[in-house]
């Protein structure tokens, strides 16, 4: 269950082989496997790239370069509460950069890092595709938009 | 220069939005939904085809293809398996859309993708959603569920709802079939075209989510009612993401004459800030920008094409005069060399390069021979790459420039 | 067959064809990085750009395949550009390193840069830094940012090795080539990707530093290392005999035989020249008295080996053959043995452990030519019978071409019971091994870089290996040394080249009817009853 020593249980593994079999070459199944493991094992540590390797009959540098190409999968533990906030250009006019400035006030890290307590990993991201809510942060599943600092205020309070 | 046409009163793409449960299955029947999949089953493939050329719909995911005429490009008589693939990788900086039609009309893609697939061909389709779209993926996959459950879908077309994992290169149209097959989102080599060889090696179609939404009502309502809504050149309504210094931003159908004057100032209100309009984005960051003595221009490809930038995904970004186009161009040139694929030579290499200009230019350490230096290097590197992906980087390095060119040299010389 | 016109020359090439491949056949070379014959399109470094008429864009002609009535053109105003473009870009972030990079002299940014760069530079911001002087593996040396990206070696371990080690993680130019973290690039064919790679990115570990390029010559020969016989190119250092700790073989590279090895040779053939300059050279003939090791001279030695021999009864003799002996080398024995009468001959000394083979290039049997011992006749006997019989004192003389019979399967007290047994101990060959301490004349053979000769490969392909460098110390060719062996022997005229011995050999022995040096050529030649 841990990422140093990944193993799928036996309702994962039947899960993988089920996204397997939707494509024409299983190996399509790769990017919605590699999210599943990094749900399951928190992030894609090395051996985790190694094991989703295996399942797929690939060696590990072609799944290396999957993982290390998107920005979605984790390679360090992150944080129990990602916050990805937007510095594209609609949300930069509507005020990205104070956003980011009060964040990383607030939470003590630059972009890119984890706080201490394990709770909030915070990055700067490109555009979201959410520009008619500018500024706007993901945090975990759902969008955040016209921002202020008081409403990022409140929505780190609610973080745990 | 087309006349613009009226806007329309009748909200077709939109029609279900501002419903609460607008996502669900029963309320998409309630306002006619699945009536276009019901005549396009007792129409033959070509038929359907054909429509879709005589409604002049264009690709709305940025290229502005005719979809009619991609879809032709399918081999007559193919013995194995024709994939469409529908492109939700929306990502273009300024474009909301299809995120809205994924969360709020579901079913009117489905209902799409049910009608393109019998035309072209095809028992297996791919909707591609960006990875970061978890809420449009949740909506979009429960109603895959309804149509099963309701007999539309596995009955001769089934859907693989796919995940992506953060690349904007994976919405260009073979980027995401790279990314679909279990690979970093590389586009590919042309030829051979995806409709020849695409996904897994076969017949592909792909086209934007839009698009296809747009394909119901085509059949429904008949292609000439479709191209009369628009232009000459390009029928029907799209939906224009209105973002910046605007006082609605948000999403609004229109038909694809509408003006760039009457978007922002009778349907986003005009412009904030203060007040005065600058500058505009009109099809997503990759297009080049336009000044505010430019914006009498009709919004549709062609209209589009000949004020030189292009309608691309619709994205339309206001900028006021206290917005710093210089500045501007760092956040963009920064956006273009973090999404930069790597894979060919010119845009690897210059995307970085142009990037570190900007910003050196910004902080005020700029050199006099930066701003010809990077409109060289754009202009030398078009065409030579891969994909479009760097002709959509040159449209704001070349145009921010050459538009606001004294605004940069204002900065320069106070290094 | 599409006929196609290139830079005003007309063509017909067969379909399929790319341009790259269509403009090399009427010798006009278009630069390129990413395009190799053996590996998939990639299409990436975009200066193979070419003009097409009726095309309104510049093509890259590696993706272009030929059509009927096409008409290309490699050097308008608009190529050119581009191509001056197109190495700008690459050399945006690659470093300076041509003072202290191997591949300067071979290295196609430099190649290119002088014939179709000559720009100034105008970057003057940081470049992107990555790591530099990573092994990869045992032999091969990677500098990330000297890398120009052109995937040649990561399509190499997919497509050819089948071992996929290699990647490129990340994207844009933070885009890196790389192992898996922890692996290593250790398939039996790693050197290749240095071949491949047209810059300093990927460079041998064991040439690293040793000497420039431009103090090599190169000549064409023949790997020794198994049965394949890949052909390869030696290269040697002449002119700096200060530098490469002295080595004069500096390196091997593969040479390009459709027939045999393609492009590629393995890497214990790619790393095993090391013997040819090493300690163990047997320079010098030398004759044991007792415990006393005296250096005679050619002179002395011939006439007192011939004398050996014939002072024993034919089936006193009993002879190793190696099956490295070039086919020359074999034919003089063969007449040797035949003037003397000897029956007991073989050339079968089994190793240690059995040779590792492969589906690839690597054969089991690593001698270069036992097909060419076979035809010729050297194996009528059983080489582990000799060894026994000389422990029986019934063979008297034994005479050892270059085997280290202690590294062979046989029980080492046998060997070492043969080698005492025999009253007299011959060894001809190029290194001193345990075998050679036991002889009583020992005859310094020169390495094949030396000399010249023919191998017959496992598929009975007779291919040539030219002579790069002069013997070391008073060695001579195997077949100098048989010829005169023989003239002291027989009175026959020795031959004075190894092709007089070929020739001899080809109106004697019927595999080899019709054949001369100039059949055999660069590519090799089969034997008759090879050919199809």
């Known amino acids: 269950m841990s990422p140093r020593h990944p193993q799928f249980t036996s309702e994962q593994l039947a899960e993988v082989r089920r996204l397997q079999g939707l494509y024409p070459d299983a190996r399509g199944a790769l990017l919605p496997v590699l999210h599943l493991a990094q749900e399951v094992f928190g992030y894609i540590s090395e051996e985790v790239e190694e094991y989703v390797a295996g399942l797929f009959g690939l060696a590990p540098a072609p799944v290396h370069e999957v993982v290390t190409f998107y920005t979605m999968y984790f390679r360090e533990p992150k944080g129990r509460h990602v916050v990805s906030v937007c510095h594209n250009l609609s949300c930069h006019l509507a005020g990205a950069p104070a956003i980011l400035d009060h964040l990383r006030r607030r939470l003590g890290i630059e972009p890119g890092g984890t706080t201490d307590d394990g709770r909030v990993t915070l990055l700067a991201v490109e555009c979201l595709c959410a520009c008619e809510m500018a500024p706007m942060l993901q945090v975990d599943d759902r969008y955040e938009g016209n921002l202020t600092p008081e409403t990022v205020d409140r929505l780190l309070d609610q973080l745990r | 220069m087309n006349q613009p046409a009226a806007v329309p009163t009748e909200a077709i793409l939109t029609r279900n939005f501002g419903r609460a449960d607008s996502y669900t299955l029963t309320a998409y029947r309630e306002t006619g939904g699945y009536a276009g999949w019901a005549k396009a089953l007792a129409l033959e493939p070509a038929a359907i085809t054909d429509a879709v050329k005589r409604s002049n719909l264009r690709g709305l995911g940025g290229a502005g293809f005719p979809t009619g005429t991609k879809w032709s490009f399918v081999p007559k008589g193919h013995a194995g398996p024709i994939y469409l693939v529908i492109n939700a990788d929306e990502g273009e900086p300024g474009t909301v859309k299809d995120r809205y039609l994924l969360e709020r009309d579901p079913h009117a893609l489905i209902e799409g993708m049910l009608i393109a697939a019998r035309a072209i061909g095809s028992r297996l389709a791919f909707v591609y959603i960006r990875g970061e779209y978890i809420t449009p993926w949740r909506r979009f996959s429960a109603a895959v569920r309804e149509a099963y459950d309701a007999g539309y879908l596995g009955r001769g077309l089934d859907v693989v709802v796919h995940r992506g994992a953060g690349a904007y290169i994976c919405g260009e149209e073979t980027g995401l079939i790279s990314s679909l097959e279990g690979r970093k989102g590389w586009p590919k080599l042309k030829p051979p075209f995806p409709a020849i060889k695409g996904a897994f090696g076969a017949p592909t179609i792909v086209n934007n989510v839009e698009t296809i939404c747009q394909v119901p009502h085509i059949v429904n309502r008949g292609p000439e009612w479709f191209a009369a809504l628009g232009t000459k050149t390009q029928g029907g309504t799209r939906l224009y993401s209105v973002s910046g210094r605007v006082r609605r931003p948000g999403v609004y159908e229109a038909s694809v004459a509408v003006t760039l004057r009457q978007l922002i100032y009778e349907h986003a209100g005009g412009v904030t800030g203060n007040g005065r309009l600058k500058a505009v984005v009109p099809g997503g960051a990759s297009a080049a920008i336009l000044r505010a003595d430019e914006i009498d221009v009709t919004m549709d490809v062609d209209g589009l094409r000949n004020a030189g930038t292009m309608a691309g995904s619709a994205g339309v970004i206001v900028m006021d005069e206290t917005v710093s186009i210089p500045d501007a161009l760092r956040v963009v040139a920064r956006f273009y060399a973090h999404e930069s694929c790597g894979q060919c030579t010119p845009c690897r290499e210059t995307t970085g390069w142009i990037h570190r200009m900007t910003e050196r230019i910004v902080e005020g350490r700029g050199h006099k021979e930066d701003l010809d230096t990077i409109l060289d290097v754009a202009r030398r590197g078009t065409g030579t790459t891969i994909c479009a992906f760097y002709d959509g980087a040159v449209g704001p390095y070349i145009s921010y420039i050459e538009k606001f060119r004294a605004e940069f040299e204002a900065l320069i010389r106070h290094a | ?532």
Not at chain 3, 162 to 187: C, K, M, V, W, Y
Not at chain 3, 207 to 214: E, Y
Not at chain 3, 325 to 351: I, K, Q, T
């Open chain 3, 1 to 532: 067959m599409p006929k196609l016109t290139i830079d005003g020359q007309p063509l017909e090439v067969p379909p399929g064809t790319n341009l790259i491949e269509a403009a090399r056949r009427i010798g006009i070379e278009i630069p390129h990085y990413c395009y190799h014959p053996a590996l998939s399109i990639a299409g990436q470094c975009r200066l193979c750009v070419i003009d097409i008429e009726k095309v309104p864009r510049p093509q890259v002609a590696c993706n272009t395949v030929v059509a009927e009535g096409m008409v290309v053109h490699t050097e308008t105003e608009r190529v050119l550009e581009t191509r001056k473009s197109i190495m700008e870009f690459h050399l945006i972030n690659h470093p300076l390193d041509c003072p202290v990079c191997d591949q300067a002299g071979e290295c196609w940014l430099q190649i290119y840069y002088m014939k179709h760069g000559l720009y100034d530079p105008r970057m003057v911001d940081e470049k992107v830094h990555k790591p530099k002087a990573v092994p990869l593996g045992p032999h091969v040396m990677l500098d990330a940012e000297r890398c120009i990206l052109c995937s040649r070696c990561v399509r190499f371990c997919d497509e050819v090795t089948g071992t996929s080690e290699l990647g490129i993680f990340h994207r844009g130019d933070r885009s890196e080539i790389g192992l898996f973290p922890g692996q290593e690039l250790a398939n039996k064919y790693s050197g290749n990707v240095v071949d491949i790679c047209p810059v300093g990115a990927l460079t041998d570990r064991d040439f690293r530093f040793q000497v420039r390029v431009w103090y090599l010559d190169t000549q064409k020969s023949i790997c020794p290392g198994c049965a394949r016989g890949c052909n390869i190119e030696v290269h040697v250092s002449r002119r700096r005999p200060h530098h490469a700790e002295g080595r004069r073989v500096v390196r091997l590279k593969p040479r390009f035989n459709e027939a045999v090895n393609k492009w590629w040779i393995c890497d214990a053939g790619r790393y095993g020249s090391a013997f040819v300059d090493d300690d163990t050279r047997l320079q010098v003939p030398a004759r044991r008295d007792g415990e006393k090791t005296l250096e005679i001279a050619w002179t002395e030695m011939i006439p007192l080996a011939a004398g050996r021999l014939r002072g024993y009864r034919a089936d006193e003799i009993g002879i190793l053959a190696s099956p490295t002996l070039s086919n020359e080398d074999l034919f003089l024995l063969r007449r040797l043995c035949d003037a003397l009468g000897v029956g007991a001959v073989d050339y079968r000394v089994p190793p240690a452990r059995p040779g590792d083979e492969d589906d690839f290039l690597i054969r089991a049997d690593k001698s270069a030519n036992s097909r060419g011992a076979a035809l010729i006749g050297l194996g009528g006997a059983d080489a582990r019978a000799i060894l026994g019989a000389a422990r029986d004192r019934r063979v008297k003389c034994l005479w050892i071409f270059g085997h280290d019979l202690l590294a062979s399967a046989w029980p080492e007290g046998e060997v070492r019971d043969g080698l005492r047994g025999a009253e007299t101990v011959i060894f001809q060959g190029t290194n001193a091994n345990r075998t050679s301490a036991y002889a009583h004349l020992v005859l310094p053979a020169a390495a094949y870089p030396e000399r010249e000769g023919t191998w017959t490969n496992f598929e009975g392909r007779v291919q040539r290996f030219r002579q790069a460098l002069a013997p070391l110390g008073r060695a001579l060719p195997d077949w100098e040394i048989l010829g005169r062996l023989l003239q002291e022997v027989q009175g026959a005229p020795r031959p004075a080249r190894a092709e007089e011995c070929f020739r001899d050999l080809a109106a004697t022995e019927p595999a080899f009817a019709g054949m001369t040096y100039r059949s055999i050529g660069d590519a090799g030649q089969l034997v008759r009853a090879a050919r199809p």
